[in-house]
């Protein structure tokens, strides 16, 4: 498959999704979220894909949010419907019957930060950094970061997130469990596809990934 702003490749076994925006830091733009989409629902389909990792491109963004650009001049309605596109292909992500992996190479914020979630797993560079900005434009996390951030880090810290905008770094998101690993920028794809490869990945219906 071929994407205006996704790089793919499958590689023993395991389909890389790469955001590839980087002059926006990997901003989110709509037609990156329905790429997204689209590329999800392939790897589900594909028998030669047993995992996936999804990372952005450069060393400096993973996902550095929504692209706001788009935000300019729409409707209530176009604003509904976009959040509500977006949860949607988040959700397919947190369900997907094949592990998908976060490798987390820099800024994770906002809809980065949303994306990061709704994977199964998330393995940070040493450099990344996680947080829900939105309030800082007068709105709130709309691909599911609301509820996902409690989940992950409880509801206190949540709030405090959400409220303030703050951003935490890697080592922080670790302790709260935010994220399962930290390691090196040269070390991220290899430490994602090593802990792929361990054999003790589960799917999320507890069956394992090479189907023992």
Avoid at 34 to 45: F, N, P, S, T, V
Avoid at 172 to 195: D, F, H, K, P, W
């Amino acid at each position: 498959m071929t994407f205006e702003n996704l790089l793919t490749k499958i590689e023993d076994g395991v389909f890389t999704i790469t955001v590839n925006r980087p002059d926006k830091l990997n901003a989110l733009n709509k037609l990156t979220v329905q790429e997204l989409g689209k590329a999800i629902q392939y790897a589900k389909e594909n028998n030669d894909v047993k995992a996936i990792i999804i990372t952005g491109s450069g060393n400096k963004g993973f996902v550095a949010g929504a692209d706001i650009a788009e935000f300019i001049g729409i409707s209530p309605e176009e604003a509904k419907s976009m959040a509500m596109e977006g949860q949607r292909i988040f959700k397919s992500i947190e369900d997907c019957t094949k592990p998908v992996v976060a490798g987390v190479n820099g800024f994770a914020l906002g809809g980065g930060c949303e994306l990061a979630m709704a994977c199964h797993l998330r393995v940070a560079s040493e450099n990344a950094k996680f947080g829900q900005p939105e309030v800082n434009l007068g709105l709130i996390a709309g691909y599911g970061g609301t509820q996902r951030l409690i989940q992950y880090v409880g509801k206190t810290k949540a709030m405090e997130l959400h409220l303030t905008g703050d951003m935490i770094n890697a080592n922080q998101a670790l302790e709260l469990g935010l994220v399962n690993y930290v390691t090196t920028q040269e070390q991220l794809i290899s430490r994602c596809m090593e802990i792929i490869n361990t054999k003790e990945i589960v799917h999320p219906n507890y069956r394992n990934i090479y189907g023992n």
